[in-house]
């Protein structure tokens, strides 16, 4: 019997598909929360979704190229994502990829930068460049999310416009407990930061579809290659994130060893247990 | 100059890659939008193969499609030692090709699979799990009498074969499409093998040598 998640995550948005990939014609069905789904593009161009189990319809809303729903009462908007909307941003879905672990885990994995030498090789990292050097977290609770800046690390290629090594700078947004938003160097324009979205479809605790979006400041590659670029990382993390145990995330401080858990997953956890989040992690005994 | 019409996450496009890599062959990638995009159903992608399958690698002009047909052809023009796919023994090209066909089992089944899971494909999940698992078994059982033989691959050859490469991706891919290989013991040493073969390859989801240690 799956548990009932509480409100931080019955009332949030959840991304369920890729916008582009709901069309007219037939219902497409995906699992939200244990709870199966059918959706489809009405006549009228708006997304409709309805449970299977009660047949009621959801609210949805279109957001960054994907559509969104909730299985409660959620908040009028999305986060927000203002460079997405600048013109001359190339957006695009990476595709929607399922895979076998619970949301946090891989939000918690995203989040961080020392496994980039061991597993982007040659791309994200490479040895002996693998020190995670010093960088700053807080929780904001004014905009509800975790900030963690100054993030600096050295890439062989950094995005596919780069052409040689260099030190990135990156930034992380958590904005939901199963969404994360990186800003990072662009190597085609340095006054800017292309924008890399990983946003969790959690199906079961321990089953996600992850979301990829990219927003990104390159007039060289087509749309293609920089899919291809994201989606070699992403199935170099897939194995990782799959072999992990327990699937579902610890939420104990002293569940796991200081390394893995560093800064930013330390502040992760504390705010998964502060919100309340009962669903893909292992909630802290009382 | 070899130009392959690629998908990264494609176990029958790294069969390629691999054996190219092993051969030592130089090759361009043109890449093709296989997931989210569908380019491979597009009408330019048609033109170059009808079936609208990956991958497809032209030489010089020719268009060749199909994984199994492409690995005799590499093996056929580039391969100097010959034994890749050698031709002066019926027996042994026979068996090759009886692999070869086995391979397309695997794609049938666990990649089928694999897909559902990971690109929500909508196959029979548990069917193409269980027909893996036929095929694993079987393989397995092949693969340790093999060994109790000295032999260390698929063919009764004393060095690996296109028959090795054309199994090795769907097989190592197997775990994405929720297909465990816990309880094939000879597989996972062949697998093993296969990544300790000079000029290996890996892709993403697939990890060389050194990183995976599957026999135990
Ligand atoms: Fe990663």
Known sequence: MPIAPSAAILDAWHVFSAAAEIGPGPYRSTLLLDTRLDYRRGTNGEVEVRRRDTGAALLVIERYGFAWTSLGSPPDDLFSIPEFYEPDRKNMSCGSLGVNVSAPRAVENFLDMGHFPYVHTGILGEEPHTEVKEYDVEISYERDEILATRCRFYQPRAALSADEGQDVEYIYRVPHPYCSVLYKSCPADESRLDVIGIFCQPMTEETIRAHLLQSMIDDENTITAMRRFQQTIFGQDKPILENQYPKRLPLDPRAETPIRADKSAIAYRRWLSQKGVNYGVIPQAA | ?216
């Open chain 2, 1 to 216: 100059m070899i130009t392959l019409y690629d998908f990264e996450l494609s176990g029958n496009c790294y069969k390629l890659r691999l054996m190219m890599s092993i051969l030592g062959v130089r090759y361009d990638i043109v890449p093709v939008d296989f997931y989210p995009g569908r380019e491979h159903k597009s009408d330019w992608f048609l033109k170059l193969n009808p079936f609208g399958e990956l991958p497809v690698l032209v030489d010089d002009g020719l268009v060749l499609r199909d994984s199994q047909a492409i690995l005799v052809y590499l093996a056929r023009k580039y391969d100097t030692t010959g034994k890749w796919f050698p031709v002066d023994d019926p027996a042994l090209t026979a068996e090759i090709e009886i692999w070869h066909d086995f391979a397309n089992r695997i794609t049938g089944t666990a990649s089928a699979a694999r897909l559902t899971i990971t690109m929500n494909y909508d196959f029979d999940l548990e069917k193409a799990q269980s027909g893996a698992h036929q095929l694993f078994r079987t393989m397995d059982e092949h693969l340790w009498f093999a060994e109790r033989e000295g032999r260390e691959w698929l063919c009764k050859a004393d060095h690996p074969t296109t028959a090795d490469i054309a199994c090795f991706p769907y097989t190592a891919l197997s775990e994405e499409g929720g297909i465990s290989r816990q309880d094939y013991p000879a597989i996972r040493r062949w697998l093993d093998r296969v990544r300790r073969i000079e000029g290996f390859t890996a892709m993403s989801g697939v990890f060389p040598a050194s990183r995976a240690r599957e026999a135990s």
